[in-house]
């Protein structure tokens, strides 16, 4: 056990993760906390490892990555105000990547009730749903599909660092591919392609179909909430010019409502061009009857639950263990909804 050396409530509240929390407010959690220090090359928590406790990092840096049989995937450095741990304290379970002091590092180091004084500070809740979403899509497996016909495929969710090869992909299509994904002839700008690619998984979830062999991205579905109705996402693909019409479009629609059933998000609503066939066929599978919308585009509304009959069993099964964790937060969504 670390040696219980007090953290002085300024210090926390000179971090990021509690900007515009009065110090005042700090103080069950400040009280709960001890520091620590680690030496370069340290190790802070090691994957495999049992333990509820959390750190804050006060100050240095760290590395994280993951071990998986002999491969070891890089997940990036933290520095102050980065909090880790956290999945294990929400969850229970063992550690699932291990972090290495980078340099001198010191951390504030907490237990449960440590964990549920920081849950209990305004603004804590909504940092760390959508951290513990985004750190489980980024040691998400890829989810091997079998459409019976090459190429043989996998499904991973979206990750910020699809940034470039997605605006990369989406220039490489034909100008009717542009029209017909965005509704208008140029191409996206970088800041809508940063808000295709950096997803919060709760409110704006994707999914990305790659290639087995090379893991380089085919096409992409995507949900995101209807602000006026949350239980309601609006979905939106784009699959590779040259693999239109072998069922990709398909696939992800199901793969969607995988997802967004552990969402809770109970309709999808799509909007597409009147000459959009495709799109339109694809979601006629799960009952979606098309009309003219205001908008001059055309318009539907449907079950999600039917959208999820479009793929088999098995694939939706395999997609729910990958999806329900990251959709939920670790489960912290359906305790402390959006
Ligand atoms: C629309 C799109 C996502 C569909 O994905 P896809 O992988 O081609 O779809 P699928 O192969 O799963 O299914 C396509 C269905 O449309 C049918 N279809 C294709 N072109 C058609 C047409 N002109 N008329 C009628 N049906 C057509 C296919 O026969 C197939 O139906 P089936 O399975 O019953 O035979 C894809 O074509 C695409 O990315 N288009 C460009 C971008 C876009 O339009 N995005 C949608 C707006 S958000």
Avoid at 41 to 50: A, F, I, K, P
Avoid at 323 to 338: D, M, Q, Y
């Amino acid at each position: 056990m670390p040696e219980r050396i007090s953290v002085a409530g300024g210090e926390l509240a000179s971090l990021d993760l509690f900007d515009g929390v009065e110090t005042a407010r700090l103080g069950p959690l400040t009280e709960l906390l001890s520091s620590r220090d680690y030496g370069a090359g340290e190790v802070l928590l090691r994957q495999g490892e049992r333990g509820t406790t959390f750190m804050i990092v006060l100050d240095g840096a760290v590395a994280i990555h993951r071990t998986l049989g002999a491969v070891v995937t890089d997940l990036g450095r933290a520095e102050r105000g980065a909090i880790l741990g956290e999945l294990s304290a929400i969850t229970g379970e063992p550690r699932r990547a291990s972090v290495v002091a980078a340099s001198p590092v010191r951390v504030a180091i907490g237990g449960r009730r440590s964990f549920d004084a920081l849950l209990a500070i305004p603004g804590v809740i909504g940092q760390l749903r959508a951290l513990a979403a985004r750190r489980l899509a980024e040691i998400a497996t890829t989810v091997p599909v079998d459409l019976g016909h090459e190429p043989a495929i996998v499904l991973r969710p979206i990750l910020a660092h699809d940034h470039d090869q997605v605006a990369a992909a989406i220039r490489s299509q034909p100008q009717e591919w542009i029209y017909s994904r965005f509704f208008s002839g140029g191409m996206p700008s970088n800041a809508i392609v940063d808000y295709l690619t950096h997803v919060d998984y709760l409110r704006h979830f994707a999914w990305v179909v790659a290639r087995a062999e090379t893991l380089e991205g085919v096409a992409i579905g995507r949900y995101i909430r209807l602000r006026e109705d949350p239980n309601t996402a609006e979905v939106a693909f784009g699959v590779r010019d040259d693999l239109r019409g072998s069922g990709l479009g398909t696939l992800l629609l199901g793969a969607l409502a995988v997802a967004a059933t552990y969402a809770e998000i109970d309709r999808f609503h799509a909007e597409t061009l009147h000459e959009n066939r495709a799109m339109q066929q694809v979601l006629k599978k799960a009952g979606a009857h098309w009309a003219f919308g205001d908008s001059g585009l055309m318009e539907t509304t449907f079950a999600v639950a039917d959208a999820r009959s479009v793929i088999p069993d098995a694939v939706a099964s395999a997609l729910g263990a990958v999806a329900k964790e990251i959709v939920t937060g670790a489960g912290l969504a359906p305790r402390f909804p959006l």
